[in-house]
């Protein structure tokens, strides 16, 4: 049971603990979640929107001032304020120096500095100058001038700004008593959107007040926008964003008030205008555009010290960022510039980032943000520039141009492959390797250049092929780089178009293996020929079952095989027709390379010299194959053929690697049986009496299949098993 005694203690722990925490931290265990302070320039979206208003600030705060006249400069100089009292000045002497540096320090209302102007000669000219650089555009609101306390008064007086750093001026503002005489316009000039881009004049209106008192300061201000139709709808009225708009501020005195111009309480400049900005976008302290005198009009005399003293130079607005920029700071070399959002660029947020002119640049507005929009350039560009037709012609959407695409791209925005390349549909408009090189045939094609978006090359009579790199069916290839495929002749044509549309044979081996006896082969060759399914081709060929491309090899049919090669047939000629070269009709189809046109017309030349200094007899039914043995599995011995002794009465001849002719039967050509393609390998079995002696021929014996890789480990291990063939 807790006792009051240990309940008290208790307490008196966790007081102690409490107090052992410190404020701030205590407080923080209490605080609200803090959120992400908000973007000036995006709304929650993160959708672009006219960015706040910089903060409003003195211009002219420590800036430059350039005067073209100091007390002093020269030496020691005598100047007089309007009770007659007399100082000296001196620039270099602390306590006597009144630099235009003044103009622009901290005002301190208890401890006065002000610029001085040298003394001015009653028969010189009073134009004295001021200039302030403001180092960046500043949308202005107002420009005011404290005078310095006793000092004599300006009578007539210009304000010019600058928009381009000094280079050119432009008329603000006139100040004077005699604004006709002086500065050729109207003292009260009626002011409408016709003429609000024009500086005014306001006549002082020397007026006599009562004399004597004690003088006090005086204010010369100029509100920029003040009577001016479009200064409430600044953003509507680009007339007015210049108007506002300076670099620099230049302030010229003509004149000072002689002893005949005696100063009123107040003279008002502009007496019967309102204020246009009171509540509005820019905040004025200056309460007009007006000349601020005191009661008292101590003369200051006629002969020298008369001068023009200023004690404050401000300029009141923001720094100038368009709308797209809510802050200014100094930048790497220590300029002034906006901190720009909406994709924009400059000192001033006056342009789009490079790559971001799909659209014009604008100023901000309330309504519509003008963010820049980035080019679409698939990828495949860094640059871009605006073009206003365009633009114009997309209605608005869309004016960018890309420049140096890479990746062999072209077009506006990249998006077409250039001349020599073709699309590759497999990959995004995006990828690099979007474009692919045309490739087209130097022989086939007419032409380098393909289709931009199928990739076809332009084909001669004849060639086919997306890169023009094979004859059309009925074309053979010729030897000519002007036609490299011609019409094939009739027979040939036939010989193409004609299918096997027979049943692959059963291959089982007709007669008795054993016998040796050639006739009763022959006769259940026949026999099986007879009972096979006969069709007819379209050149009128009567065909069977085709028994020499079979599909199945065994040890058994390897042993009752005089030869097993590997061979590559690598030409053809008909030995009826030894001047025209002809084709199968699958080499009709094969591909065009230039080393292999080469290749098979020195085969083919080769071959007709070959036969001419054999002299050996020709059958007109047959064609004749030029091969090369590449490998051979099993051959037969010198003189142990006795087929080819009684047919021929000599002995075969060995087989050994290098090139060999093979007759094959027109009759088998036109029926497919077997097919045969130029520059392709076959394995070949046979016997060595189905040709004459250093020949190979094609008999009812053969066998002929399409040699694939994986086959001769297959082929070796039946070299092996064959001897024990019986």
């Known amino acids: 049971m807790i ?6 203690l208790l307490l008196l722990v966790l007081g102690h603990s409490v107090r052992g925490i410190p404020n701030d931290v205590y407080l923080k265990m209490f605080a609200a979640p803090q959120t992400a302070p908000e973007d000036p320039c995006y709304d929650q979206n993160r959708q672009a929107r006219a960015c ?16 073209s006249s100091t007390c002093g400069t020269e030496g020691p100089q005598r100047y007089c304020d309007r009770d007659a009292t ?9 306590l006597r120096s009144f630099p235009p540096r003044a103009l622009t320090d901290l005002n301190n209302s208890n401890n006065v500095t002000c610029w001085r102007s040298a003394p001015i000669s009653p028969s010189s000219n009073d134009n004295v100058t001021l200039t302030l650089s403001l180092g960046k555009k500043f949308e202005l609101t107002y420009v005011s001038l404290q005078l310095c306390p006793n000092a004599p008064r300006p009578d007539s007086m210009a304000i010019y700004k600058s928009t381009d750093f000094g280079s050119t001026w432009q008329p603000f503002q006139f100040y004077s008593s005699q604004c006709r005489r002086v500065f050729g316009r109207p003292a009260r000039l009626q002011v409408g959107r016709h003429n609000e881009h024009e500086a005014r004049c306001s006549d002082s209106g020397a007026r006599h007040g009562p004399g004597g008192g004690e003088a006090a300061p005086s204010r010369i201000s100029f509100k920029v926008l003040e009577g001016r139709p479009s200064g409430r709808d600044l953003d509507s009225s680009p007339v007015m964003q210049e108007w506002v708009t300076a670099t620099d501020i230049r302030i010229v005195f003509h004149r000072l008030q002689r002893l005949e111009q005696q100063a009123t309480t107040l003279v008002a400049l502009e007496p019967g205008h309102s204020d246009p900005l009171a509540g509005g976008k820019y905040s004025v302290p200056p309460h007009g555009n007006n000349i601020e005198v005191t009661a008292a009009d101590a003369t200051a005399g006629a002969g020298n010290g008369l001068h023009y003293a200023i004690s404050d130079f401000t300029v009141g607005g923001r720094c100038k960022c368009n709308g797209h920029g809510s802050k200014c700071s100094a930048d790497a070399q220590g300029q002034l510039s906006c901190e720009c959002s909406h994709n924009t660029a400059g000192r001033d947020c006056e342009r789009c980032k490079p790559f971001y002119f799909d659209r014009p640049w604008a100023r901000a507005t309330a309504k519509d943000a003008n963010e820049c ?21 997309s209605q608005g959407v869309s004016g960018g141009v890309c420049q140096n695409c890479r990746h062999s791209t072209t077009g506006r925005n990249c998006h077409q492959c250039k001349e020599g390349f073709y699309r590759d549909i497999t990959k995004p408009l995006t990828h690099r390797k979007v474009c692919k090189a045309c490739e087209c045939h130097p022989i086939g094609s007419s032409g380098k250049i393909c289709n931009s978006t199928s990739g076809q090359c332009p084909c001669k009579d004849g060639v086919t092929g997306l890169t023009c790199n094979r004859c059309a069916r009925g074309y053979q290839q010729s030897r000519s780089h002007i036609a490299p495929c011609i019409k094939q002749p009739p027979r040939m044509s036939n010989m193409l178009d004609t299918q096997n549309t027979a049943p692959e044979p059963d291959e089982a081996e007709a007669g008795d293996p054993g016998t040796g006896n050639g006739s009763d082969r022959g006769g259940a060759t026949a026999a099986a020929a007879a009972q096979a399914p006969y069709y007819r081709t379209e050149g009128g060929r009567e065909c069977g079952k085709c028994r020499v491309s079979t599909k199945r090899l065994n040890l058994n049919k390897f042993c009752k095989r005089d030869y097993a090669i590997m061979a590559k047939v690598i030409g053809r000629d008909m030995s009826s027709e030894r001047a025209t070269r002809y084709r199968d009709p699958d080499v009709a189809d094969y591909e065009m390379d230039q080393e292999d046109l080469g290749d098979v017309a020195a085969t083919v030349a080769g071959l007709v010299d070959l036969e001419t200094e054999m002299d050996y007899p020709s059958d007109n039914g047959a064609a004749r194959y030029d091969l090369q043995i590449q490998a051979i599995f099993k051959r037969s011995k010198r003189g142990a053929s006795n087929d080819v002794s009684s047919v021929y009465g000599i002995p075969s001849t060995t087989l050994k690697r290098g090139p060999m002719t093979w007759i094959i039967p027109i009759k088998n050509l036109e029926c497919r049986c077997p097919k045969i393609k130029v520059n392709r390998s076959y394995l070949i079995l046979g016997r060595d009496s189905e040709a004459p002696p250093g020949y190979l021929g094609l008999g009812p014996h053969s066998i002929v299949i399409e040699w694939k890789e994986d086959w001769y480990r297959r082929m070796k291990r039946f070299q092996r098993r064959a001897r024990s063939c019986a």
């Not at 006792?3 to 008290?8: M, N, P, R």
């Not at 929009?373 to 012609?393: D, G, P």
């Open 52 to 67: 706040t208003l910089p903060d409003f600030v003195n211009a002219a705060y420590d800036a430059p001032v350039v005067a």
């Open 373 to 393: 929009k980035e080019c679409n350039c698939n990828k495949h560009a860094r640059q871009c520039r605006f073009n206003m037709e365009i633009f114009r012609l």
């Open 86 to 94: 007399c100082h000296t000045c001196d620039l270099h002497h602390p």
């Open 3 to 8: 006792t009051l005694a240990s309940l008290l």
